[in-house]
C-alpha cells in the first residue's frame, strides 16, 4: 500500500513540475533591440537586451529563443539560434531575405529600444556531450553559423580541439569573423576556415568558391572521427552530409536545418480554425508557427515530444536528421517533418497545443 501511495505522489510531483516548466516556457520575456549589426545585406545580428536592464534567464550552447510577433491573425513565433550573450543580453542573426511574419516587422523598422517579446531560452539545437571528442568539426552555412560559435567556445573550454568551416557568399557576410579570426589566433586548438563562395577578391585566410567534396577532404576531414555538427538550409545540410560520408568520416554527424528546403511545395494546411497555404518551411512546426498555430514546442530536435499534433488526413515527410518511429493515434512531431500533401491537422492541447490564452 505504501508504494502505491509513493508510486501516486511521484507521478504528481512529475505533472506538477511538468507544468510548472511549460507555463515558464510560454511566459514571454520583455526585451528591447539594444544594438544591431549589418552582414552586408543577407543578415542582421541583433543584440536584445531586458526593458528594464534586468538579468535574464541563463542559457548555454546551442539554446534558441523564440521571438512572438502580435499580428492581424493573432501571435506568429519563429525560433534563433542564440549565438552569443550573457545574462543581461542576447545575440541572435536574422536573415533578411527570408523576411518573414516574424523578422519582417521587426526589421522594417529598427530603432534602439524597440520592444520584442521573446520565450525563454530552451532546448539546444545541437548538444555538446559533457566530455565531447577530443576532434570535433563544426560546419555552418550562411546564417546556420549561429549556433554554431558558443559550441566552439564551449568544446575549447572543455578541452576539444575544433575545425570550423563558414560557408558563406561574400565577406560582408562572414558573421563574427573578427571575433573568431581572434579566437583562432589566441588558440592553437582552434582552425577556423571561411569560405566564400561568390567574393569576387577574398581577403587572405579565405577560400574561394563553394564548399566542395574536394575541399573537405583537404581539410582532413577524412581522418575525422570525433563528432561533426553541420547548420544550414536542408539543402546544405543534405549536400554536405553525403560530402562529409563520402569521404569516408566516420564520426557522428549531428544536422539542423535552419531554413526551407527549395523542393518544399505550397501545400495548404488546415489546422485549429485556419487555413493558409505554406512552403520553403524548415519544418511542419515553423509553417504552423508563422501563421498563429502554436503547438507547444521545447527542444525543436524531435526529442522532448511536446510538439505532437495529430494529421487527421494528408501525408507528411520526415526530416531526414530527425527520423523517428511513429507514435501512437496518428500523432507525429511538427519540428519534425515537412507537409508532404494538403493537410488537415488537429492541434488540442492533448497534443501539446499551448494553453496560454492568446490575444
Ligand atoms: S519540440 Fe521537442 S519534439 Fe518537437
Given at each position: 500500500m505504501v508504494w502505491l501511495v509513493g508510486i501516486v505522489l511521484a507521478f504528481g510531483l512529475l505533472v506538477v513540475s511538468y507544468k510548472r516548466k511549460k507555463r515558464y516556457l510560454e511566459t514571454p520575456l520583455r526585451l528591447q533591440v539594444r544594438s544591431w549589426q549589418r552582414y552586408g545585406d543577407a543578415y542582421i545580428g541583433l543584440a536584445l537586451e531586458g526593458q528594464r536592464g534586468e538579468q535574464l534567464p541563463t542559457w548555454s550552447a546551442g539554446s534558441h529563443i523564440v521571438l512572438e510577433i502580435p499580428g492581424a491573425n493573432g501571435l506568429s513565433r519563429r525560433a534563433y539560434s542564440l549565438i552569443g550573450g550573457g545574462d543581461r543580453c542576447y545575440e541572435i542573426v536574422m536573415a533578411r531575405k527570408f523576411?518573414?511574419?516574424?523578422?519582417?516587422?521587426?526589421?522594417?523598422?529598427?530603432?534602439?529600444?524597440?520592444?520584442?517579446?521573446?520565450?525563454?531560452p530552451r532546448?539546444?539545437?545541437?548538444?555538446?556531450?559533457?566530455?565531447?571528442?577530443?576532434?570535433?568539426?563544426?560546419?555552418?552555412?550562411?546564417v546556420g553559423l549561429a549556433p554554431l560559435v558558443p559550441m566552439v567556445k564551449e568544446a575549447l573550454a572543455k578541452g576539444s580541439s575544433v575545425q570550423l568551416i563558414h560557408a558563406?557568399?561574400?565577406?560582408?557576410?562572414?558573421?563574427?569573423?573578427?571575433?573568431?579570426?581572434?579566437?583562432?589566433?589566441?588558440?592553437?586548438?582552434?582552425?577556423?576556415?571561411?569560405?566564400?563562395?561568390?567574393?569576387?577578391?577574398?581577403?587572405?585566410?579565405?577560400?574561394?568558391?563553394?564548399?566542395?567534396?574536394?575541399?573537405?577532404r583537404t581539410r582532413g576531414v577524412q581522418q575525422f572521427d570525433g563528432d561533426v555538427y553541420l547548420c544550414g538550409s536542408t539543402d546544405f545540410v543534405r549536400d554536405i552530409t553525403r560530402m562529409v560520408r563520402g569521404n569516408g568520416c566516420r564520426g557522428t554527424i549531428h544536422a539542423e536545418a535552419f531554413a526551407g528546403n527549395s523542393d518544399n511545395l505550397p501545400f495548404t494546411i488546415e489546422a485549429g480554425g485556419k487555413k493558409f497555404r505554406q512552403g520553403h518551411a524548415p519544418t511542419l512546426l515553423a509553417a504552423l508557427e508563422e501563421n498563429g498555430i502554436l503547438p507547444f514546442a521545447e527542444c525543436r530536435t524531435g526529442q522532448c515530444l511536446n510538439c505532437r499534433v495529430k494529421v487527421r488526413s494528408g501525408r507528411v515527410t520526415p526530416l531526414v536528421a530527425m527520423?523517428?518511429?511513429?507514435?501512437?493515434?496518428?500523432?507525429?512531431?511538427?519540428?519534425?517533418?515537412?507537409?508532404?500533401?494538403?493537410?488537415?491537422?488537429?492541434?488540442?492541447?492533448?497534443?501539446g497545443m499551448t494553453d496560454r490564452p492568446i490575444g
Amino acid at each position: 500500500m505504501v508504494w502505491l501511495v509513493g508510486i501516486v505522489l511521484a507521478f504528481g510531483l512529475l505533472v506538477v513540475s511538468y507544468k510548472r516548466k511549460k507555463r515558464y516556457l510560454e511566459t514571454p520575456l520583455r526585451l528591447q533591440v539594444r544594438s544591431w549589426q549589418r552582414y552586408g545585406d543577407a543578415y542582421i545580428g541583433l543584440a536584445l537586451e531586458g526593458q528594464r536592464g534586468e538579468q535574464l534567464p541563463t542559457w548555454s550552447a546551442g539554446s534558441h529563443i523564440v521571438l512572438e510577433i502580435p499580428g492581424a491573425n493573432g501571435l506568429s513565433r519563429r525560433a534563433y539560434s542564440l549565438i552569443g550573450g550573457g545574462d543581461r543580453c542576447y545575440e541572435i542573426v536574422m536573415a533578411r531575405k527570408f523576411r518573414g511574419k516574424v523578422s519582417e516587422p521587426v526589421l522594417s523598422d529598427l530603432q534602439v529600444g524597440q520592444p520584442i517579446l521573446a520565450l525563454p531560452p530552451r532546448g539546444r539545437f545541437f548538444k555538446l556531450a559533457k566530455n565531447p571528442a577530443k576532434m570535433i568539426c563544426l560546419i555552418g552555412g550562411g546564417v546556420g553559423l549561429a549556433p554554431l560559435v558558443p559550441m566552439v567556445k564551449e568544446a575549447l573550454a572543455k578541452g576539444s580541439s575544433v575545425q570550423l568551416i563558414h560557408a558563406a557568399r561574400y565577406e560582408a557576410e562572414l558573421i563574427k569573423s573578427g571575433e573568431l579570426e581572434s579566437l583562432a589566433q589566441l588558440n592553437s586548438r582552434f582552425i577556423y576556415t571561411p569560405i566564400l563562395s561568390q567574393e569576387p577578391d577574398p581577403l587572405p585566410g579565405r577560400l574561394r568558391g563553394r564548399l566542395t567534396a574536394d575541399i573537405l577532404r583537404t581539410r582532413g576531414v577524412q581522418q575525422f572521427d570525433g563528432d561533426v555538427y553541420l547548420c544550414g538550409s536542408t539543402d546544405f545540410v543534405r549536400d554536405i552530409t553525403r560530402m562529409v560520408r563520402g569521404n569516408g568520416c566516420r564520426g557522428t554527424i549531428h544536422a539542423e536545418a535552419f531554413a526551407g528546403n527549395s523542393d518544399n511545395l505550397p501545400f495548404t494546411i488546415e489546422a485549429g480554425g485556419k487555413k493558409f497555404r505554406q512552403g520553403h518551411a524548415p519544418t511542419l512546426l515553423a509553417a504552423l508557427e508563422e501563421n498563429g498555430i502554436l503547438p507547444f514546442a521545447e527542444c525543436r530536435t524531435g526529442q522532448c515530444l511536446n510538439c505532437r499534433v495529430k494529421v487527421r488526413s494528408g501525408r507528411v515527410t520526415p526530416l531526414v536528421a530527425m527520423e523517428r518511429g511513429p507514435l501512437p493515434d496518428g500523432a507525429v512531431l511538427a519540428c519534425a517533418c515537412v507537409a508532404a500533401s494538403d493537410i488537415t491537422l488537429d492541434v488540442p492541447a492533448k497534443y501539446g497545443m499551448t494553453d496560454r490564452p492568446i490575444g
